[in-house]
């Protein structure tokens, strides 16, 4: 019997994954863990290196949005948002980070991860634009 599976990008319902906890839970103060989600790619935890290759502008001309009543950051790029029906929607990739009282990125907690993903479950929604699908998140 063949096993089907077919893989839904950016879905509504999101679930951290195994490999972030494992991630999360392996880090012993050395790396500091990120978090990303793209129109194009599943919730994943990553290093701050590698943010740039995901959000190219990030730390240089990315804006950001705290979440409410936590220390977390949305960071975006700014010319990635769309503004209809008087709202404003995330289209391009975002990048979760965590500040301490410095301002200094820290490394996130598997908690904080799923507090983003409540975040994303409540504020992700699907537009269609020319019977494209286009994956945001609702910032408003």
């Known amino acids: 019997m063949k096993n089907n599976v077919t893989r839904t990008i950016r879905s509504e319902e999101i679930t951290i994954d195994v490999r972030i906890c494992a991630a999360l839970a392996a880090n012993r103060g050395g790396e500091v863990y990120l978090a990303a989600i793209a129109p194009d790619m599943e919730l994943t935890v990553i290093t701050l290196d590698e943010a740039p290759g995901i959000l190219p502008c ?59 993903q409540k975040y994303l479950e409540s504020h992700s929604i699907t537009l269609m634009a020319d019977d494209q699908k286009l994956p945001c998140i609702c910032i408003d």
């Open 58 to 116: 990030f730390e240089e001309d990315d804006a950001c949005l705290n979440l409410p009543d936590t220390s977390l950051l949305l960071c975006y790029n700014p010319a990635q948002v769309l503004k209809m029906g008087g709202k404003h929607y995330l289209t391009g990739s975002v990048i979760l980070v965590r500040t301490n009282m410095d301002g200094e990125v820290i490394s996130l907690t598997i908690d904080e991860v799923y507090l983003f």
